[in-house]
């Protein structure tokens, strides 16, 4: 068996591995892409070592939460690229998408009585850790979790971090010897191992594959029952946007990224977000393209762990810049989800922000609005409206703005509390790249996660570092953004 990193392998059960049954299960719930994968690339392992087919199961079902039209489209163009990537290749890929609420119960369960061993995805977040540890517990076979979310193994970290500056400095005490363990292009390539030509009959008769409804695409069967308000957004899903997407912003943008990102106006980010949410791209793969663009390699990386922001990576502004929101921001998050089951939680926040936020839970608000009219663009403010606009539209914010989105929801509702659960449910209802460790970084950054205290202690926020619309808008050049998001009209008004 080709060695495989132990630090990226969680066994979610004992059970023996059977030799003897059809093939090697890869249920695919997270990374959803058929290359640069590592758990992929050890499923493959698996099936050589056994001298069995692989089965890929690329299942989604269709009340998981938030589920909507937008939701659902974005992911099912990723498994149309899925099923023509994984054409020609020594593999049996089965999308399955449920029709109706609870359809695709016990599909796991019959696949894996067949399966010598079933691999899946350990993602950190949304109802996914709960789910394959319960899976795991009834399997009748050898089931593992593989982590392929960042350039760090989630494991090696030996504590959850507090602050991006600590976690930088131990990255980059510990990445060195990652950067070059990334997982292969195309762990299929060259491979020989028995091919399975189809689906078993009977699985296939009681849960069809979604052959019909990829063909259909980008229009969806009208008997899907989830939310139809939230609608699909411009621009598709998938592996190949994806891949133009980096291309893009590498050759055009990435050497203004750390000049330009908080303008809104510039358009300098690489509107990576919502592939790499939904795994259709990997940061191993951006990680590759980039070193290749910037002709960068280890000898490059500097020999001093300072925990500074630049300097360290040994590339250009551009790309130091991107690679700290890239690796140490993003994967931040997943440090915090995989020590912290109470992530999403106000009490995970740190003491001081907990007790200065309560301390100014009676603090009257210039404004206070509900769910439903935030959720509607319906505040006093043109630029917060403007904001949310976007998210109601293209299903993002631009990062600057969200920070503003999360803070004037902290000043217009009556508690911290309350305003945690309005940004988690705009964020993670409207935002493709929702439901993310990167989500709970962010709205419980407004919070004062990762942050320090900032006087002078203000109303409703305490020490917590304070946002201004005005101020906001002197900073940043947002006039097109005003155009495009909230038509004509001063944001000052
Ligand atoms: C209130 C609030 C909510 C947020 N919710 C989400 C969310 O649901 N999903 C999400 O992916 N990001 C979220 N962010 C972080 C950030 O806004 C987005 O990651 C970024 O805007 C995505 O755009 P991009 O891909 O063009 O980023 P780029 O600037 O091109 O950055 C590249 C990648 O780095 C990561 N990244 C960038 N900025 C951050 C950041 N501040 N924190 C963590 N990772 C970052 C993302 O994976 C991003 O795709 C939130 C921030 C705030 C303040």
Redesign the pocket.
């Known amino acids: 068996m080709n060695p495989f990193p132990s630090e990226r392998l969680t066994a979610l059960n004992q059970a023996p591995i059977n030799p003897g049954a059809d093939f090697v299960l890869y249920w695919m719930i997270a990374f959803r892409r058929a290359r640069w994968n590592f758990s992929l690339q050890r499923a493959v392992d698996w099936a050589c070592e056994l001298g069995k087919p692989l089965l890929v199961l690329e299942a989604l079902s269709c009340d998981y939460p938030w589920a909507s039209e937008r939701l659902h489209t974005f992911i099912l163009e990723g498994m149309k690229n899925n099923g023509s990537d994984f054409r020609g290749l020594p593999v049996c890929y089965f999308p399955f998408v449920e029709g109706s609420r609870g359809q695709g119960k016990g599909l796991v369960r019959e696949l894996a009585s067949r399966s010598c061993m079933v691999v899946t995805d350990d993602y950190p977040c949304f109802f996914l850790p709960q789910m394959i540890r319960s899976v795991g517990k009834e399997l009748p076979a050898r089931m593992e979790a593989i982590d392929s979310n960042g350039l760090l193994p989630m494991a090696m970290a030996n504590r959850v971090f507090q602050t991006a500056y600590s976690f930088r400095r131990y990255l980059q005490q510990q990445l060195p010897r990652f950067l070059d363990r990334l997982p292969k292009e195309n762990p299929l390539r060259g491979v020989e191992i028995p091919r399975l030509k189809e689906i078993p009959v009977e699985i296939g008769a009681k849960w069809p594959a979604a052959d019909t409804i990829l063909d259909g695409l980008p229009g969806l069967p009208g008997n899907l029952p989830f939310e139809r308000a939230v609608k699909p957004v411009k621009g598709t899903g998938g592996r190949e946007e994806a891949e133009k997407r980096l291309a893009d912003?590498l050759k055009n943008t990435l050497g203004r990224?750390h000049l330009d990102?908080n303008h809104p106006d510039a358009k300098a980010?690489?509107?990576?977000?919502a592939y790499?949410?939904f795994g259709h791209l990997s940061v191993h793969q951006i990680f590759a393209g980039l070193t290749k663009f910037e002709r960068w390699s280890p000898e490059n990386l500097s020999a001093k762990a300072s925990g500074k922001r630049e300097g360290w990576w040994g590339m250009s502004p551009g790309g130091e810049a991107?690679l700290d929101?890239?690796v140490t921001?993003?994967e931040?998050?997943f440090n915090m989800c995989s020590g912290r089951a109470d992530y999403d939680r106000f009490d995970s926040l740190p003491d001081w922000a907990v007790e200065t936020l309560r301390a100014r839970e009676k603090d009257p608000r210039p404004y206070l609005y509900s769910l439903e009219e935030f959720e509607a663009a319906r505040t006093h403010d043109p630029l917060w409206n403007a904001a949310q606009n976007q998210l109601l539209l293209e299903g993002?914010?631009?990062?600057y703005l969200?920070?503003l989105?999360?803070k004037k929801i902290l000043e217009w509702t009556p508690s911290a509390r309350e305003a945690l659960q309005i940004?988690i449910e705009l964020?993670n209802k409207y935002?493709l790249?929702?439901?993310?460790p990167?989500?709970y970084?962010?709205?419980l950054?407004?919070l004062g996660r990762y942050d320090r205290p900032f006087g002078p202690r203000r109303p409703i926020f305490g020490t917590v570092r304070y946002m201004s619309s005005r101020n906001t808008a002197r900073k940043i050049k947002l006039a097109g953004y005003m155009r495009s998001y909230y038509g004509n009209r001063d944001m000052r008004s």
């Open positions: 912003f990224y990102r980010t690489s509107n990576l977000s790499l949410h991107f929101q890239l921001w993003r931040l998050g993002q914010i631009h990062n969200r920070m989105w999360g940004m964020n935002a790249d929702g439901r993310d990167n989500s970084t962010g709205i950054w407004v």
